[in-house]
């Protein structure tokens, strides 16, 4: 028992001394590892085999120099990244990040969530991410399609249907995976529908894809709530960021009768008791792409809160959906003491350790995202699918598929805690499955 408590620490160990500095990855590592001693009590072939020693190995990292023009003819240096974290269970599969704060540290520990994510969605993805140290805000279209071609110039020679599969995260939605395939599409001589996921359902894109990750945090939350004899409705709920993912969780949770008081970006918080009014927050992201201050503008009964902390407004359903480590300690403690009762990730790892373990011991319904934001890479998969047949689905069909590949998520991570000790506890349930389903293929393959 001590042994395998000392193998976690060493391993643990030597994650931070062989990648100095790379905090986020550090945290992500030390998260998960730390989960799985009863595995390796329960598997010692996984020990024996050096299973997590070789999981915390990304199986390449590529970086590279993108050059490209403003619309003044100034030239500009991003740098690229695209790590292929772990394909023991398909292609590599994540999202790409254009956000200034990209750096290799951030997209490594995305890249390691996202092959436990893709191993509990149960389909046949390996985990892989990427991005640039761009900044889109503010640029023109001109300027986001050059950087795009540029960037993809170098990626495509990396990329395949059966290879790797980039997707969108922060900084790049429709419009970047446009310009993105139509580079790719140019440079190759193919149209590769399967190369890339989060397309225009115009152009091979699946229905649902844009509104997948946030509906599926609802699902996930409905799930967790259900368990508890509780249901989404009617709860007062508040959801931060105000991109893609934050967008269709708040609009999943009004379908189903939830309130939405609040939501954010990174200068400040929108507060309006009489609930959020989503076809103006639809219209200042994704049309206008405005900071979400033009909303207290349109509804003066609505507070703006400039650098404001979302978490002191009192809820009973809490989403962080902006970026990782936005939810600390001390705004738990704040949520928990306001009544909240439960917290579900629409973002990559937004919950500091600090922030996990007061929520877990308080016996709150805590949705890790590994979980809890699988929707969208699973309704990737299902783009996935429907490009490699030539078929499109109706919008009902993918929802449905949707809703139910979130029930079994959920279900999968809830039994798994059961089994291994920790009832009601999904981040070891989630933790233990992903591993264990990575694990089975990599021993299968041998020394790979
Ligand atoms: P978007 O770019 O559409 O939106 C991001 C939102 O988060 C914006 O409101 C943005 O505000 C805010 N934000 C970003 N960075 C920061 C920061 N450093 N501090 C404060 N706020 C910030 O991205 P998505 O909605 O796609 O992604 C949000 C999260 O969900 C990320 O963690 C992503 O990894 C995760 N995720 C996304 C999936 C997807 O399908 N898109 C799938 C699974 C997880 P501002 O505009 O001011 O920057």
């Not at 991570?413 to 506890?425: K, L, M, Q």
């Amino acid at each position: 028992m001590a042994e395998i408590d000392a193998r976690i620490r060493r391993i643990i160990a030597d994650v931070m001394r062989r990648n100095p500095g790379e905090t986020e990855f550090h945290q992500a590592v030390t998260e998960v590892t730390e989960t799985l001693a009863p595995v390796l009590r329960k598997y010692p072939q996984y020990a024996e085999h050096k299973i997590i020693e070789r999981i915390c190995e990304p199986e390449r990292q590529i970086i590279f120099r993108v050059p490209w023009q403003d619309d003044r003819g100034e030239v500009h240096i991003n740098r690229g990244f695209r790590v292929g974290f772990n394909s023991a269970l398909g292609p590599y599969k994540g999202g790409l990040r254009f956000h200034p704060s990209v750096n290799l540290g951030i997209v490594k520990f995305l890249g390691f969530e996202q092959t436990f994510k893709n191993a509990i969605t149960g389909m046949p993805i390996g985990g892989a991410k990427g991005g640039a140290d761009f900044d889109p805000k503010g640029k023109s279209d001109d300027e986001v399609m050059r950087f795009c071609q540029s960037f993809m110039t170098e990626l495509y020679r990396h990329l395949g249907e059966f290879t790797d599969v980039p997707a969108g995260d922060i900084g790049v939605g429709q419009r970047e995976i446009g310009y993105l395939f139509g580079q790719y599409k140019r440079i190759t001589n193919r149209y590769e529908s399967g190369v890339l996921t989060g397309k225009s359902p115009k152009w091979g894109g699946s229905l649902v894809r844009k509104e997948a990750t946030g509906y599926g945090v609802v699902y996930f939350v409905e799930e967790m709530l259900k368990v508890r004899g509780d249901s989404v409705q009617g709860k007062t709920c508040i959801v931060s960021g105000s991109g893609n993912v934050a967008i269709y969780a708040m609009e999943k949770l009004q379908q189903l009768g939830a309130k939405v008081v609040a939501c954010s970006d990174s200068n400040g918080v929108i507060y309006d008791p009489r609930g959020i009014r989503l076809e103006t927050v639809k219209r200042i992201k994704e049309v206008e792409r405005r900071r979400i201050s033009a909303y207290a503008e349109e509804h003066p009964e609505a507070e703006y809160r400039a650098g404001g902390n979302i978490w002191t407004i009192p809820c009973e359903v809490a989403l962080p959906c902006a970026t990782q480590n936005e939810l600390d300690e001390a705004s738990v403690r704040t949520l928990l003491a306001n009544g909240c009762l439960a917290v579900a990730e629409g973002a990559n790892m937004p919950t500091t350790p600090g922030g996990v373990r007061a929520l877990l011991e308080a016996g709150a319904a805590y949705g890790p995202g590994k979980a809890a934001n699988a929707g969208g890479v699973a309704t990737s998969a299902l783009e996935m699918q429907q490009n490699a047949s030539r078929d499109a689905w109706t919008f009902e069909y993918t929802e449905q598929r949707l809703r139910e590949i979130m029930q079994k998520i959920h279900h999968d991570c809830y039994a798994t805690a059961e089994e291994f000790g920790c009832p009601g506890n999904y981040v070891v349930g989630a933790n233990i499955l992903g591993f264990l389903r990575v694990a089975e293929a990599m021993v299968a393959f041998g020394l790979i």
